[in-house]
């Protein structure tokens, strides 16, 4: 294995793992959405295999990032996070809910959580004197 390869090998293991870790999965939950199994799993972060190509965009698209950003040719996750998406380091482990976790909420409570960020925004500004 070349250099490069085994570079791009550890750059895909390493965003993977910290994708599921942030995603709060187990190995084996992973597996599981992209129809691999846990071992399969270990074996990317551990940078001893990487993901076949339709693989790889399944997990681009579970995690809602690029595969560019998966292969380590990009260093920002997503569009919104390269335009303007900056998230506190104490919020990172909440990060994977705007991804998921709002599946199912009506359009009505989504306006609601859309109101009240733009309310408490409207609050952090500092006052104009």
């Known amino acids: 294995m070349g250099d490069r390869t085994k570079a791009v090998n550890q750059s895909v293991g390493k965003r993977i793992k910290m994708l599921r870790e ?3 999965l187990t190995q084996a939950e992973l597996g599981k959405k992209v129809n691999k199994g846990e ?7 551990l940078s001893k295999s990487e993901p076949d190509n339709e ?23 997503s569009p919104a996070e390269q335009e303007s998406m900056k998230v ?3 919020l ?3 990060q994977f809910a705007f991804y998921e976790g709002l599946d199912g909420l009506s ?8 109101k009240y960020i733009e309310f408490r925004k409207s609050q ?6």
């Open 22 to 24: 942030t995603a709060r």
């Open 39 to 45: 071992s399969t799993v270990r074996m990317w972060e």
């Open 55 to 77: 693989t790889l965009k399944l997990l681009a698209d579970f995690f809602s990032v690029s595969t560019d950003y998966l292969l380590g040719r990009d260093e920002k996750s």
């Open 88 to 90: 506190p380091d104490s």
């Open 92 to 94: 990172k482990p909440y």
């Open 107 to 114: 359009d009505e409570s989504m306006k609601d959580i859309l």
């Open 124 to 129: 952090e500004k500092p006052e104009k004197k």
